[in-house]
């Protein structure tokens, strides 16, 4: 099977084009980025493609400048869209506190998906190969990655797709030979400065001298045989987090009872779904304290950045740090108000006679003189039951109240003392015991509140 058979083959096989797709070339005017191009524009008519080239200078070079005129007229001899942009990884590298790989990584994705938003774009396509998959794998293993590291470059994420993933950079140099496709030579390839470098280099040249040429095709046979493995595990993963974990305003709460039989592979993987979801660093220690967490007592926290762990009884909350944030309102009786509030509405107002059994009605006389506040907690907030008069955190405590919530819960109160207590959560109203309405009750503050559509 020839290259372009191999492209065509892997497109079939992994869904990486439609008829009509828009795609995005991503191009270095390295070999393998210009076999790429050629073999879409090849198959352009074939899938009646819409293809753009986006080319990205780092700036790193003398002769990055050059590169991107390269890309520029190849374009115009392929008679296809062109963008090009250029940035400072260097400067990049220094604000973020990444390596100068990390930065320029890290400037071509943002760059692609950009355009990407901004064209349109179905596809995003990208020139690595069997020999970076390879050189991936070992990168991963030597940082001490775990199944997903080591699954290495996938051939499709997202709208992210690799037709010459499973072709060897030999092959690529030599179809780029035969059908006279010029490209040209980043020399920082061959710089030792740089980790891949040292991989592609010098320990894969070894590897092949020791175990033969074919040992190649025995690490990619590997890793192939791990993505799967690792895409099965990922699934599985998916669909007991979706069991085991709820989303609660800003927080991700964890079920420990659920999850504590699960395997600990499977419990960590749940673990990462959800640091992935506040863009947080993960790390086999991060994973490690957090499992400890769960046979502590509950309100021990860890602290990462801007990321809070915190064990609450029996969960695990994950939540940002923040400042404290507190809510109030004026309610004045000679008028009506709509106050929102997180995804409720509340309606209030003064009136004579009891008109609808879902509002919530308390007796208008013990507040007429007083100014009253829908707000959330304050310290020596207390309420009157039947028992008597109880602090506020002593009643969240008896109704188990989770910690994350007792700050958004809203409080009709006047001064400390709460006269309707809005578990917003659990859509339960307790009412003061001096407040209800009695049977010679003749003036009423009718309480209407709706959630509306929507997570708030």
Request: net charge positive; proline share 2%.
């Amino acid at each position: 099977m020839n290259l372009l058979d191999k492209v065509r083959n892997n497109i079939e096989k992994y869904e990486m084009l439609k008829k009509g797709f828009k795609v995005l070339i991503g191009c270095s005017g390295g070999v393998d980025s210009m076999v790429l191009l050629d073999c879409i524009c090849r198959l352009k008519d074939e899938y009646n493609l819409d293809i753009t080239v986006a080319h990205l200078n780092h700036m790193l070079r003398p002769e990055a400048d050059d590169d991107e005129k390269f890309v520029i007229e190849m374009c115009k001899r392929y008679n296809i869209k062109c963008v090009t942009r250029k940035v400072d990884v260097a400067k990049l590298k220094k604000e973020k506190g990444l390596s100068e790989e990390e930065a320029g990584r890290s400037a071509r994705y943002s760059f692609f998906y950009e355009i990407a938003e901004e064209l349109n774009i179905d596809r995003i396509l990208l020139g690595h190969n069997k020999n970076d998959v390879v050189e991936t794998f070992f990168l991963n293993l030597f940082r001490g990655s775990g199944l997903e590291g080591l699954a290495s470059v996938p051939p499709v994420r997202d709208i992210v797709a690799r037709p010459l993933i499973n072709i060897s950079r030999e092959e690529i140099e030599e179809f780029a030979k035969v059908n006279n496709i010029p490209f040209v030579v980043d020399k920082t390839n061959f710089s030792l400065k740089y980790k891949r470098n040292i991989v592609r280099n010098e320990i894969l040249p070894l590897i092949r001298e020791k175990f033969g040429k074919s040992v190649l095709n025995t690490i990619f046979r590997t890793v192939e045989i791990i993505r799967e493995e690792n895409d099965q595990i990922e699934k599985l993963a998916q669909k007991f987090f979706e069991e085991y974990v709820q989303k609660e305003d800003i927080y991700y709460v964890l079920n420990i009872e659920k999850t504590k039989n699960l395997p600990v592979f499977l419990q960590r993987r749940i673990i990462k779904m959800i640091l992935e979801y506040f863009n947080s660093a993960i790390s086999y220690d991060i994973l490690k304290e957090i499992e400890k967490l769960v046979s502590l007592s509950s309100g021990k926290k860890k602290v990462y950045k801007n990321l809070i762990v915190e064990k609450q009884n029996d969960t695990l909350v994950f939540y940002r740090k923040a400042e404290e944030s507190s809510f109030c309102f004026e309610i004045s009786l000679d008028k009506e108000h709509q106050v929102f509030y997180k995804n409720f509405i509340f309606n209030i107002k003064v009136t004579d006679r009891i008109k609808n059994q879902k509002s919530i009605y308390i007796d208008a006389r013990q507040i007429a003189e007083n100014k009253i506040f829908l707000r959330t907690r304050r310290d020596g907030d207390f309420i009157y039951l039947q028992a008597g008069k109880k602090k506020l955190k002593e009643w969240f405590i008896d109704k188990k109240v989770p910690r994350r919530w007792r700050d958004s819960i809203l409080l009709l109160a006047k001064g400390s003392e709460v006269i309707v207590i809005f578990d917003i959560y659990s859509n339960i109203v307790t009412i003061n015991q001096k407040y209800k309405v009695k049977p010679d009750t003749k003036t009423f503050l009718e309480i209407q509140f709706v959630k509306m559509e929507g997570d708030g």
